[in-house]
């Protein structure tokens, strides 16, 4: 079971706007930045946000996340059919002492 | 551009050692800037940290699986390397190797190796 709480499934319709959420504690979320990463099937994790709301550059706008107390979302707007893809979450934990992720969520367009 | 890649043995004996090593290119791991870490995958689990060395040698890892872990770098080749010991098939997962950056406040993973799926199995 994953420290960090994610749905497991979220879908959506091209060109409509979805939101994938990341719960935590006080001790990871609560206390630190969260980064969000995409991960198509058998290909390394992208980053895709880090200090909860910056891109890296090469990641499109459409991306955005956001954090408030011990919660975080990515949205992802314009959705595209090549966004269908696993995303997780991931925040260090002070009780840990250590990075925590999220059990990672598949996204469907429909 | 950085690449890290770690190639794996595909197949361990239960009681065995996993060995893995990362290997980078494209940049060196002796930046005084970057982590270096572990993370493994089990098949349909989340993600686990597994440690963190930074260039020194300094380690830090999961008190989950610090009993059974050593993770180790060689400047001179550019890789870091891990070891975990008395595997079980509980261990079975998709291990990655990431350069970690930024501190613990504001850490995040970039890039990311591809990962190798590693099997506990007799």
């Known amino acids: 079971q994953s420290v960090l709480t994610q749905p497991p499934s979220a879908s959506g319709t091209p060109g409509q706007r979805v939101t994938i959420s990341c719960s935590g504690s006080t001790s990871n979320i609560g206390s630190n930045t969260v980064s969000w990463y995409q991960q198509l099937p058998g290909t390394a994790p992208k980053l895709l946000i880090y200090n909860n709301n910056q891109r890296p550059s090469g990641v499109p706008d459409r991306f955005s996340g956001s954090k408030s107390g011990t919660s975080a979302s990515l949205a992802i707007s314009g959705l595209q059919s090549e966004d269908e893809t696993d995303y997780f979450c991931?925040?260090?934990?002070?009780?840990?002492?250590?990075?925590?992720f999220g059990g990672g969520t598949k996204l469907t367009v429909l | 551009q950085l690449q890290l890649h770690e190639p794996g043995p595909g197949l361990v004996k239960p009681s065995e050692t996993l060995s893995l090593t990362c290997s980078v290119s494209?940049?060196?791991?002796?930046?005084?800037?970057?982590?270096w870490g572990w993370i493994r995958q089990p098949p349909g689990k989340g993600l686990e940290w597994i440690g963190t060395?930074?260039?020194?040698?300094?380690?830090y890892y999961n008190p989950s699986l610090q009993s059974r872990v050593t993770i180790s770098v060689d400047t001179s080749k550019n890789e870091i390397s891990l070891k975990l010991n008395s595997v079980t098939a509980a261990d079975t997962a998709v291990y990655y190797c990431?350069?970690?950056?930024?501190?613990?406040?504001?850490?995040?993973?970039?890039?990311w190796g591809q990962g190798t799926l590693v099997t506990v199995s007799s």
């Open positions: 060395i930074y260039y020194s040698g300094s380690t």
């Open positions: 494209g940049g060196s791991i002796s930046s005084r800037s970057y982590y």
């Open positions: 990431a350069r970690m950056l930024g501190s613990s406040v504001n850490l995040r993973f970039d890039p």
């Open positions: 991931a925040a260090w934990d002070g009780s840990l002492n250590g990075p925590v």
